[in-house]
């Protein structure tokens, strides 16, 4: 689980880690071919944590609205870039890391070509090279569509389903339940056997983010399906495919039928209800329609026999859509989805209309990022650990990797101490929980291994190919490891990555060197505010551990109840209050934040901010902290963890997120604080702010 996330950009780094790259995602202003190689770096980062005084409205209360005291100036004052679907004090150092991802590949473009440095760059400029894209039109896809064009029966069509497959989706890591494909698959450590990686399938193909925008009745979900319609109709026509109104007509009344089967994501969170192993031959009887032993020819997997199936229903539900929707629709469908998936690397006439829809209809995006930066994207996305190994050995310096080791030891001491403090837990489960603690790996900055792109094949005039041969080795490299001994210590993040991640199954966490950096971290801010901000992520990453699906995973990752009825019972009591608080949160007039949908992730911000906060007072071993700028030390540390949420966001953005993510809204992600009896003795809260919550309903969980 991470601590943030983004999805329509393309990149896709989803989940479960922090929060800020949703807004971070989708562009920039920096100007094309900006970045002098040497720049002092520090120059342009934002501020580290600290007391941002200038953010603040000392107008309003802090009982009142705690994240508009702490924010209120920044966001009066702040205008959200052209290019980009919200903004966050951290913008300027995700600008700064495009800049210097693309300062690495300039210098490798130095290295011979065929040296496999040389890839870097290959790709770089396959994605810059416009002239070569337009000339070529569509040819680069037409093998693909003739493909589709041939398909004969539902024996071929199971088949070429089959052959979409791609390790597209993560389940419990990254987090991020999208594909377009009909199924996504997961490869990861088998929640019945953790020492081996299985195949776990995934429900899928939907273009747009969720099922909600296929069945939501609400009047902006029903303008949105509108433009949909638009959208599909205009792209088969640009392919030049005739009657493109009724086939847009077509794909779509098949999406929402998809979407009709799909669980909520709501409902994805529970790990018991997704351990659901399937043997090859089950599919035929449990899953009928879909010809699966065709298909799984068709995906490479023919060799494979064991499945974890995460959405029965849906993979049920889907598989009769293959037997009773006619196969012309299907094959309408298969050409506009790869039209589709592909749109960002074709003419520029598809390009602008497939940013005309997922960039300004689905986030409120006025303009299209600049083309340089959307390279680096595709960079970080297919060749992520070549580009983080020389990022890694420049930017992370070893002083920042000391003093944030030390601070996870802190807080690794902090949850310790919590746990054996629990009032309310027996013996024998606070030996598990402690356990997990004991076992669990944290990396800081960058991992102990590196991917290998060997597979991979680049070259530079050739950016379809380069795309889709990147998803398939990528594909390849999972499938041919399935059944094989795991590396609990491999990372799921590069380093360049701003954001964080608690991976349950390995019992492991991740902190990418990209967010061990201002706002988030500085080696010489003040201590209350390091804790306060990058703190509070560690504090999160770690609580993840013991969150409502993290709990699920004993000390080895095992799939297992280790906890007595009772704990349990109380455990999920103190869960349900959190529910029924973020229930009550209403960004928009027609949309409420999901209590349950986010519940992960607020459990885990809870546990952070508390577990932070002990971690701190403890590393001042009794010497009083400095007050700075007239706050006291507990205000300090409030304020930055405030502060660290800041954000704000397009309407349209805003509302796929409350929708699609499991992740709350920075604004209600800071008001964890009403949680914490610090909180009212810093600043005075008292009954009849509006912030208040009487002790007996404040959730205390770790
Ligand atoms: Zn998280």
Redesign the pocket.
Known sequence: ???TRNRLFLLCFL????ILFPLLAGGATVPNNAAPPNEDPKAILPPGPAVNVAYMDRSVRPGDDFYDYANGNWIKNTEIPADRPGTAPALPLADEMDKRVKDIILEVAKSPAGDEAHKISDLYNSFMDEAGIESKGLTPLQPHLDAVKAINNKKELAHALGETLRTDVDALNNTNFHTGNLVGLWVAPDFNDVDHYTAYLLQGGLQMPDREYYISNTDTMKEIRAKYQAHVATMLKLAGFDDSNARATRIIALEHAIAEKHISLADNDDVHKANNPWNASDFATKAPGLDWAEYFRGAGLSKWTRFIVWQPTAITGESALVASTPLETWKDYLAFHLIDSYGRALPKAFADESFAFYGKVLAGVPQQRDRWKRAVGVVNNLLGDDVGKLYAKRYFPPESKAQVEAMVTNLKAAFRKRIEALQWMNPSTKAEALAKLDTLYVGVGFGESWHQYSNYEVKADDLFGNLWRGSLSEYQRQVARLGSSIDRKEWSMTPQTINAV?LPLQNALNFPAGILQPPFFDPKAPAAANYGSIGAVIG??IS?TFDNLGSAFDSEGRVRNWWTREDFAHFEAATAKLVAQYDTYKPFADLALNGKQTL??NI?DLGGLAASYDAWKASLAGQPALAEEGFTDDQQFFIAFAQSWAEKERDAALREQVLTD??SPGKYRALEVRNLDAWYAAFDVQPGEKLYLAPAERVRIW
């Open positions: 689980m991470n601590t989940a479960c880690a922090l608690n999160h990453e993840h992960a992730e885990a499991g992740h």
